[in-house]
């Protein structure tokens, strides 16, 4: 019987191999969107610190 099990669970993907798979669609979705980078801003400080 637990031969049975060990082979039915070759048949579907890992949680890690799930997990990875999400992931790496994550980092091209990311890598692909295109935000304005805007300069950092100077505010200034003041006069206490």
């Given at each position: ?30 890598k692909d969107t295109n935000k304005p980078k805007f300069p ?10």
């Amino acid at each position: 019987m637990s031969e049975e099990n060990r082979t039915g669970k070759k048949d579907s993907p890992s949680a890690v191999e799930d997990c990875a798979d999400v992931k790496s669609k994550y980092k091209r979705f990311k890598k692909d969107t295109n935000k304005p980078k805007f300069p950092p801003v100077e505010y200034e400080v003041p006069p206490h610190h």
